[in-house]
């Protein structure tokens, strides 16, 4: 994993300010193909941008990636994957998926996408593919990724120093209460227009 991140610390840094556009551009494409390593490209961000600004533009592209995944699913996939799902039964999971999706509150869906081991990739086709208000999964795309890439950025990228650290432990405690605070007041704002 540590020469993944130098080469591609080394490619963004060959680039110059372009570079930056690129190491956006990479965590957008994550969230398209989860397959690659967003971690490598958050600890890019903040070797290259620092800490501050990498957090805040790791953070920007995971959630624009995620809204393009949202939107690609719901007006490009939507009507297709359930006349499909119609003609083949045995896929009803994902009709639960969409189902449940539609029920869960915005606190509980900006803890699902604040935890860092919860596949992204799997929440936003299936939040595009439900019924959920936008906003909803708006307000939770930007709770949710801000706590996730927190998580990544100030306990991430050391893991094992993490359980001999009790700093680091009241960190990641205080992201999740955080998330789901700040979700909770959000549920109360936008309950009247979601």
Sequence with gaps: MEV????????????GLIGGIV??????????????????????????????????????????????VFMLSRKVFKEKVFLYLDKHPKYKIVKSLSKGLNKISLSGLSLIIACPFTPSFVINIGSGLSNMNFKKYL??????????IYFIVFVGTNVKDVFHDPIAIVKIIVAFIGAYVLSLIANKITKKYI
Aim: hydrophobic content about 65%.
């Design 23 to 68: 190491s956006v551009l990479l965590i957008i494409v994550e969230a398209i193909f989860p397959v690659l390593p967003l971690i490598a490209f958050v600890i890019v961000n903040i070797t290259i941008f620092g800490t501050l600004l990498g957090f805040i533009l790791s953070s920007v592209a995971t959630i624009l990636g995620g809204i393009f």
């Design 139 to 148: 307000a939770s795309m930007i709770i949710g990724k801000f706590c996730m």
């Design 4 to 15: 993944i991140i130098n080469d591609i610390i080394n490619f963004i840094y060959s680039l």
